[in-house]
Nanobody, 129 residues
Framework: QVQLVESGGGLVQTGGSLRLSCAAS????????MGWFRQAPGKEREFVAR????????DYADSVKGRFTISRENAQNTVYLQMNSLEPEDTAVYYC??????????????????????WGQGTQVTVSS
């Protein structure tokens, strides 16, 4: 399985931006669908965004559409989450996840935690009002 390490979290004011990175090591990165999830205090972990193996397909949670952008550089074994116009409601621990390499699901299924086989340790994002 691929190993994942997130970075880039921190404290930012409302309206600010952050870019999260997730570095992968192990089997071929380009074989994995990559996702970002988040978990706010007292809440369940929720889907944020995901990108297909080639980068040609993306999905976003309605709450982040138009503000967050997922991207990947397969040559660098890295996936990113650019977060703009941050709001206090975006405060959470953000997790990177990898799904694959032989898994094929619908777009709806890729929004569920159980289809991802590898997870990072998480990085804290705090948005102050």
């Amino acid at each position: 399985q691929v190993q994942l390490v997130e970075s880039g979290g921190g404290l930012v004011q409302t309206g600010g931006s952050l870019r999260l990175s997730c570095a992968a090591s192990g089997p071929t990165f380009s074989n994995y669908v990559m996702g970002w999830f988040r978990q706010a205090p007292g809440k369940e972990r929720e889907f944020v965004a995901r990108m297909s193996r080639s980068g040609g397909v993306t999905d976003y949670a309605d709450s982040v559409k138009g503000r967050f952008t997922i991207s990947r550089e397969n040559a660098q074994n890295t996936v990113y989450l650019q977060m703009n116009s941050l709001e206090p409601e975006d405060t959470a621990v953000y997790y990177c996840a990898a799904g694959g390499p032989s898994s094929w699901y619908t777009s709806a299924a890729w929004k569920k935690e159980n289809v991802y086989s590898s997870w990072g340790q998480g990085t804290q994002v705090t948005v102050s009002s």
